[in-house]
């Protein structure tokens, strides 16, 4: 049996039911030819070893890949090259009158041979495919890194390193900060850039839309905060939010809960954006209960607390008190022994209860 004529034959074959493969006719009908070189060595020694280094039908794979097809056509490639190589082979066993039995170990040997040459491509397409996906990893990491950077700075850098991750900037972008788990996380949408390799894993997820909802599905078992939706350039803004309300909920100032909203928290994150200044005003405008001891000031702070932000009589503070009106009175008699005027005046009452929220928010310490 010629092997360079059954070469041309199988591809001629080929080329009638997959007519792209005209356009590479040189390197199928060497891959062609090689197949049928190894089918005769597998003939000559069925005891040999298969060559290692003999890739031809791994980058006929990758090939496949990079061309931007499945496996399909290069798998129902084999399956007419075979039926063809078959026939010649038919015809080569007639001439030299081979028996059944050498006829059945020569099928046998083909079928094999078929499935080697199958597995060799399918191992080179997931190659190209693992190591395509590795680069487009190493580009949106890379492309992550520049957005939660100082990215207004060289905002040019950002849209060309979108480009090479094949990511579209979208108008809107929220980051979601993570605490390490060794939980699953595979059902992220495909847009979502990933990192959790990072000793502070976080998600950056463009035009976000009820992040807070589907987190909970894609990410069981995962302590999540959503930070603030932002335009792209502000993203680090987004991941510090989200950062810090992990930070305050591991404090125990805000809900032990899977999933937080920084969008939920403003208040606390801006009492608490500087921990110094918030002490300092919480011991400058509560200076008055000072000397009080602490019985009386806990309850002294709380019925202010709730007598500022009420707005109402007696009969409602003393209802989220729950104690007795009169008792209400007196407490609020007190206070306005001890703030004066500062009790009645607008700024004063809110700078008491932006005092008295960082009070209670710092106890914490």
């Known amino acids: ?3 360079t004529p059954v070469s041309v034959s199988i591809f001629e074959a080929i080329e009638k039911s997959i007519p792209e493969y005209s356009t590479f006719r040189e390197n199928v009908v060497d891959g062609i030819r090689q197949a049928l070189v190894k089918f005769v ?3 000559a020694a069925p005891d040999s070893e298969p060559d290692p280094h003999d890739d031809i039908h791994r980058k006929l794979g990758a090939w496949e890949f990079k061309s931007g097809r499945s496996l399909d056509s290069l798998q129902a490639a084999y399956r007419i090259g075979a039926r063809v190589a078959w026939r010649h082979v038919c015809g080569f066993a007639e001439q030299r009158a081979l028996s059944l039995r050498s006829m059945s170990v020569l099928g046998e040997a083909m079928i094999a041979h078929v499935d080697e040459l199958v597995s060799l491509s399918v191992e080179g397409y997931a190659a190209a495919q693992a190591s395509a996906a590795g680069t487009l990893e190493r580009k949106r990491r890379k492309l992550m890194e520049l957005l939660v950077a100082d990215s207004a700075g060289n905002w040019q850098a950002v849209l060309d390193a979108a480009r090479a991750a094949a990511w579209p900037m979208p108008d809107r972008l929220v980051a979601v900060a993570l605490e390490p788990s060794a939980a699953p996380a595979d059902d992220l949408p495909a847009d979502v850039l990933v990192n959790f390799e990072d000793t502070t894993p976080y998600l950056l997820v463009p035009n976000p839309a009820a992040v807070t909802r589907w987190l909970r599905g894609a990410l069981p078992g995962w302590r999540a905060a ?14 510090a939010c989200a950062r810090r309300v992990l930070a305050l909920s591991r404090e125990k100032v805000l809900p032990d809960r899977p999933v937080l909203d920084c969008a939920d928290h403003i208040v606390e994150l801006t009492v608490l954006a500087d921990e110094f200044l918030a002490r300092q005003l919480a011991e400058r405008a509560l200076a008055p209960l000072a000397p009080l001891t602490d019985l009386q000031r806990t ?5 202010l607390l709730v007598w500022l ?7 409602e503070v ?3 008190l729950k104690v007795h009106p009169q008792t209400v009175r007196y407490r609020v008699n007190q206070l306005d022994e001890l703030f004066g005027d500062r009790m009645h005046d607008a700024g004063e009452r809110f700078n008491l209860e932006l005092a008295l929220r960082a009070h209670y928010l710092l106890l914490r310490d």
Do not use: C, F, N
């Open 1 to 3: 049996m010629e092997v």
């Open 226 to 239: 959503v930070g603030l939706p932002v335009a792209p350039q502000e993203v680090s803004r987004s991941l």
């Open 318 to 320: 003393a209802a989220r």
């Open 299 to 303: 309850k002294l702070a709380e019925t």
């Open 309 to 315: 932000s009420a707005r109402g009589g007696a009969p």
């Open 41 to 43: 060595d597998r003939i």
